[in-house]
């Protein structure tokens, strides 16, 4: 862990991220990202940042779980079967005759997720013939083949009208299991069948904008809300659950009627915390895991995602004490997730999640990232735990690395950090000893080096408004929000939008709060103070004097010259 100790010295936010929606999003909902794609990562792709699974190169989400799927060929095999030939089969009512020409076909292009124009028309009545059994009933021997072969063909943004009827979506739903029914539940499915069927209709839903129309109104959230909250009490394969929260994931970030649905009606928010802390596997008493398994890892960051959805304007909202209690208690398992690293390379994904997820946690549920008690190997500082405080500084170096996306890699971090700090004063005194040391060498600009404070000021000129509002937004409240100590650490030329912003291009202090604060200098600091330039933030160097070495003849000659200039200047000004 770094932050090793006090001094770093050579070593508002307001900005969130919007709900992760999808490629031509519907019905109002939001783009950008830590999740699908911004046309968000939350795109489904994500994000360096922030986010979310993203579709494959054919916008499918039936890949699986990204630890477990194997990379796809550019295209589909050259040998695979004619699809008209598979279509030729199944009209001719022979069930041996089109089980093996539907096992080949699916053998075949399992990993097929670009297709042959030329096979277009056929591809299209295969699925027609497909979908028109699915919809009379499939007897229990041919299921999952069928739906296999349903699957690989809903890749297939030319096939999906075959697809996007309510019979056709309402059949998939019964065969996963979360169709609702006012009669008695029917027998439980094969859990071959339900994979495949959710599989199927996550590639509807994030392609076809009529299949989500259709899964709203089909009410298919309560369903899936109801088998997430049985994942304490039942045993279901990974897979299934992944798909559950993947499809869960997908109609919340591309309808804003079913992210109020699962966030009021069903209670979203308390189900989900309960089924991230069943995956976490810890306790608000316990300590986090020091490695979370690859499936758990997944099945996490879906749930996160989802949460990030329902919960996105939960900020700007007033909450009762009961909803206070919920909150810190997800705050405190955000924290593990934070604290904790994830199997294989997923740690940097897992973490933008959370971080994205406890930017949108109500402002006075955050001291529960600063009140764990100290144990050996804590970081303490003023008597606090600022164990989460270093890991979020670290994770904020690691994403200025990036080159791409930074508003959505940094900006979130950023945004929680600001009001960590805004909140908490020996928050804000950690940070401010780890950004912004007192000064020493003062012969450079604020923002040249490879120093955290460096590289924050750069961003303060950013070509992103919202990249370096929320920087400089940090900065100030390390600050104090004092207008000299601000401009002292970031030079007048760097902090003058944020000061025109707020109205304090002649000095002063915002209006916020502060304790009082000694800012130290150092001796190199004082004795530079008075030659320091405060728009540039460096010494200067002195200009040369350009009479020097004149002789007193050469300076009278110059003066003259002068005197005539001006002569002229006011004659033709008159």
Not at 113 to 122: G, I, K, M, N, P
Not at 293 to 308: C, D, G, N, Q, S
Not at 372 to 400: Q, T
Request: proline residues 7%; contains cysteine; aromatic residues 6%.
């Amino acid at each position: 862990m770094r932050c090793p100790g006090l001094p770093r010295g050579a070593a508002h936010a307001g900005f969130r991220p919007t709900p992760h929606a999808a490629q031509a999003p519907p019905q109002g909902a939001r783009t950008f990202g830590p999740g699908l794609s911004r046309a968000p990562d939350v795109g489904l792709r994500r994000q360096g940042g922030a986010g979310g699974l993203g579709p494959d190169s054919a916008g499918t989400v039936d890949r699986g779980p990204p630890a477990h799927r194997p990379e796809p060929p550019s295209a589909g095999p050259r040998d695979a079967m004619d699809p008209r030939a598979v279509a030729n089969a199944v009209e001719t009512g022979e069930e041996d005759a089109i089980m093996d020409a539907l096992r080949t076909y699916n053998r075949e292009n399992s990993q097929s997720f670009t297709f042959d124009d030329a096979q277009q028309e056929d591809r299209k009545r295969l699925a027609g013939l497909l979908v028109l059994a699915l919809e009379q009933g499939l007897p229990p021997s041919r299921r999952a083949t069928w739906l296999q072969s349903l699957r690989i063909l809903s890749r297939d943004r030319g096939c999906l009208d075959r697809f996007t009827s309510r019979p056709s979506l309402q059949a998939l739903a019964r065969y996963a299991g979360i169709l609702p029914s006012e009669g008695p539940d029917p027998e439980p499915p094969e859990m071959d069948v339900v994979l495949e069927s959710l599989k199927c209709l996550c590639n509807l839903v994030l392609s076809s904008p009529a299949a989500q129309v259709l899964a709203a109104e089909a009410r298919l959230v309560v369903k899936l809300s109801e088998r997430v909250q049985l994942y304490g009490q039942r045993s279901f394969p990974h897979d299934v659950q992944f798909f559950d929260l993947r499809l869960l994931f997908l109609l919340t970030a591309l309808r804003t009627d079913v992210r109020q649905q699962l966030f009021r009606e069903l209670q979203g928010v308390r189900l989900l915390t309960h089924a991230l802390e069943l995956t976490l596997g810890a306790s608000p008493e316990e300590s986090p895991p020091k490695l979370l398994p690859a499936e758990e890892t997944e099945r996490a960051m879906e749930i996160l995602k989802v949460l990030f959805n329902i919960t996105f304007d939960l900020v700007k909202r007033e909450v009762d004490e009961e909803d206070t209690v919920l909150y810190r208690h997800l705050g405190t398992l955000l924290r593990h997730c934070v604290m904790v690293s994830a199997a294989g390379d997923r740690t940097e994904e897992f973490h933008g999640h959370a971080v994205n997820l406890l930017g949108n946690l109500p402002l006075e549920c955050l001291d529960v990232l600063l009140t764990p008690e100290l144990h050996a190997g804590s970081l303490e500082f003023m008597g606090v735990n600022m164990d989460l405080i270093c890991a979020l500084l670290d994770f904020l170096e690691r994403r200025l690395d990036q080159t791409h996306r930074l508003k959505e890699s940094v900006a979130p971090v950023l945004s929680v950090l600001t009001e960590c700090a805004r909140a908490h004063r020996p928050a804000r005194k950690f940070l401010k000893a780890q950004v912004l040391p007192p000064l020493r060498d003062v012969s450079t600009r604020p923002e040249v080096g490879g120093l955290l404070r460096n590289r924050l000021v750069r961003l303060m000129t950013h070509l992103d408004t919202d990249v370096k509002r929320v920087a400089a937004e940090f900065l100030f409240v390390l600050c104090a929000e004092s207008v000299p100590r601000f401009v002292k650490y970031t030079g007048y030329g760097n902090a003058a939008g944020l000061l025109a912003a707020r109205g304090l291009m002649a000095g002063g202090r915002a209006s916020a709060q502060y304790s009082e604060d000694e800012d130290t200098d150092t001796e190199e600091y004082k004795e530079a103070q008075a030659s320091i330039n405060p728009v540039t933030g460096r010494v200067e160097e002195k200009p040369p004097n350009p009479m020097e070495g004149m002789t007193e003849e050469q300076k009278e000659h110059e003066a003259m010259k002068l005197v005539n200039m001006f002569d002229k200047l006011s004659r033709r000004s008159a």
